[in-house]
């Protein structure tokens, strides 16, 4: 959810202000881009060169910017615009009053009244002056002007009293930040199941019945899925791809019976499922425990009949949206209905062989969308980026008619 975000942290003058180094440090890890304000007395709790260390950007702390002879400033407008989002950790009880009323004499308060971006506050301090009438019409002030808060916890606190006004331990602050982040997305609160990529079939150790699949139409949907808020497990054959994403739960299986039985373990708690996987139809029937050596001039292996993933778990159906993908060559509507009907799907996705740049292997695809009550759409040529929001969109319209 972070991943590119443009985060602006200040911090002021409180104890809490030294856990401020591993808020950097997390924000860092989950790909932002990090640029640390601080206010005078913040700096004597936590040190300017370690933040500006962990940020990888220059702390910054007054207006005025020395560079050699020059002296330039530091603009406060373009910080704030800067920002996608602005984190004030910790709040204290001087900083939230001012925020309040918009007392305007530090850079931070200028950058904070300057900013477009979702302003989130995490308050610190003794449990007295968080019960204080005036901190309360504070933090009334700042939520009505849209300012989130991070509520702060109850605690042992500095001064050794006990109660209410630790400021939210920086993980917490972290997660807080995500789940807020994700509250308007569409799949939020959603579980979605996608197979994706080939299956291996032993022959022997170290020989197996493959395919060319990729695994990268099931990737982009997982990660496409992902970024629509959804919770994703992304059952995957061998590939070398893996999505780094915290919502996607990536499971690496082999072989078609172990895809199989992975899909049968996540499917009944998802809410969407959608196979893209290009299962092996057949496996050896005996795996052999020993390398095969090629004593024989003729060599044939005898194969057997994988079980149908996707026609297994339309039979389990009940409140899942069930899409399954179809690869043709020929009457590719046709074939694709019939696949529809006879998994019991809601939707199915075609792609036919005759179109270039459809498929496996490729990094676009030409897809035809098709549901249960003969809806049909077809797309054109995309990356396979494109095509997995566009599949996305067309279940979201029909999940939310
Ligand atoms: N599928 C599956 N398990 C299998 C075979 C296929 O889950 N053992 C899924 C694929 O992930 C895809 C859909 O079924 O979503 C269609 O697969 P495809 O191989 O094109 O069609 P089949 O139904 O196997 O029919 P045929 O190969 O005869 O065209």
């Known amino acids: 959810m ?3 975000k443009n985060i602006l942290l200040g911090i002021t003058g409180g104890i809490a202000a030294y856990k401020t180094t591993f808020l950097v440090r997390l ?13 005078e007395s913040a700096s004597s709790f936590v040190s300017p060169l370690t ?18 002879n020059k002296t330039d400033w530091n603009n406060h407008v373009e910080l704030g615009l800067w920002a996608d989002l602005m984190v004030i950790a910790p709040a204290t009880a001087n900083t939230m009053s001012k925020m309040a009323y918009g007392t305007c004499d530090n850079l931070l308060m200028a950058t904070y ?33 849209g300012n989130i808060m991070i509520p702060a916890t109850t605690g042992e606190l500095a001064s050794g009293l006990f109660g209410e006004g630790r400021m939210a331990e920086p993980e917490d602050i972290v997660s807080f930040i995500k789940n807020y982040l994700r509250r308007g997305l ?27 699949s990729t695994g990268l139409m099931g990737y982009e949907l997982a990660k496409a899925a992902a970024d629509l808020g959804g919770e994703v497990i992304l059952i995957l054959g061998p590939s070398n791809l893996s999505p780094k994403h915290e919502l996607i739960n990536v499971q690496n299986v082999i072989s078609a019976e172990e895809m199989y039985d992975k899909a049968h373990e996540y499917f009944g708690n998802s809410d969407i499922t959608i196979c893209a996987a290009a299962v092996a139809d057949y496996r050896p029937k005996n795996a052999a425990t020993q390398k095969i050596k090629k004593k024989q ?23 899942q949206y069930l899409v399954g993908f179809a690869l043709e060559t020929e009457n590719e ?7 529809l009907k006879k998994k019991n799907l809601d939707a199915i996705i075609l792609n036919s062989m005759n179109d270039k740049g459809a498929g496996f292997g ?12 003969s809806q049909i759409k077809a797309f054109e040529l995309k990356t396979k980026a494109e095509v997995a929001k566009d599949i996305l969109n067309e279940i979201l319209i029909r999940l939310n008619a």
């Not at 509507?333 to 696949?339: G, I, S």
């Open 2 to 4: 972070l991943v590119g």
């Open 27 to 39: 924000f860092i890890k989950a790909g932002a881009n990090v640029k640390v304000i601080l206010t």
């Open 51 to 68: 933040l500006a260390t962990l940020s990888k950007n220059p702390t910054i702390t007054s207006f005025i910017k020395e560079e050699g």
């Open 113 to 145: 009244l300057s900013a477009k971006c979702p302003v989130f506050f995490a308050p610190a301090m003794d449990l007295d002056m968080f019960n204080h009438e005036s901190t309360k019409i504070s933090l009334d002030k700042l939520e009505s002007f």
């Open 186 to 212: 569409p799949l939020k609160d959603k579980k979605i199941m996608i197979t994706a990529g080939p299956t291996y079939e032993a022959i022997d150790p170290v020989r197996f019945i493959g395919n060319h």
């Open 297 to 319: 001039e003729r060599f044939s292996l005898d194969l057997v009949k994988n079980k149908d993933i996707l026609l297994a778990l339309g039979k389990l159906k009940k409140k």
């Open 333 to 339: 509507l046709e074939n694709a209905k019939a696949k």
């Open 362 to 373: 490729g990094n676009t695809n030409k897809i035809t969308f098709l549901d249960k009550n």
